[in-house]
């Protein structure tokens, strides 16, 4: 298959799921390695294709706009109450698009996180530590923001509450 045949198909998979695609599932699906996948997202990109790269796999931008509800926490802890955050957030219902920090340099950094389980946070949480990573929230001693996405306003109530009750909300 050609190049240009291959990034075709690229985007005929990403635009038939909201899920995220592992760069591994990709290369298998299309039968080359993950480096070339890895240059065929970046060719993609750079020709005006928004897809975002994300801890579980590749995702297309429209796929984040499945529901109209979302609201940005801003969040205060250290990296070991990282998963009781994530948690409260998945448990109440809601979807965890991402993580923002502001950086003294570089202005706003952003993480596409799109974490809806327990599940899945513990994947990213077992991803950071056996990368021997930090989280971005590292950067800003422990300020944060999430954007996390609901089915309803009840579901951002709930999670302020418990964040709030938690000690990890940050307040004005």
């Known amino acids: 298959m050609n190049p240009i045949n291959r990034r075709e198909n690229i985007l005929a998979i990403l635009k038939t799921t909201d899920q995220p695609i592992a760069g591994s599932e990709l290369a298998t699906r299309l039968y080359v390695s993950r480096q070339i996948i890895v240059q065929d997202i970046s060719i993609l990109r750079a020709s005006g294709e928004q897809i975002l790269a994300t801890p579980q796999g590749y995702l297309l931008m429209q796929a984040l706009t499945s529901t109209p509800y979302r609201k940005t926490f801003a969040t205060c802890h250290t990296s070991e109450e990282m998963p009781q955050e994530l948690e409260i957030m998945v448990d109440a219902g809601g979807k965890v698009l991402d993580v923002i920090v502001e950086h003294p340099v570089y202005g706003e950094l952003r993480g596409i996180l799109m974490l809806s389980s327990r599940r899945g946070i513990s994947i990213f949480i077992n991803n950071i530590k056996n990368s021997n ?15 996390v996405e609901a089915s309803s306003e009840e579901v951002f109530i709930h999670i302020e509450r418990e964040l709030d009750k938690a000690g990890l909300l940050l307040k004005q």
Not at 134 to 146: D, E, M, N, Q
């Open 133 to 147: 990573s930090k989280p971005l929230s590292a950067l800003t001693h422990g300020i944060h923001l999430h954007t």
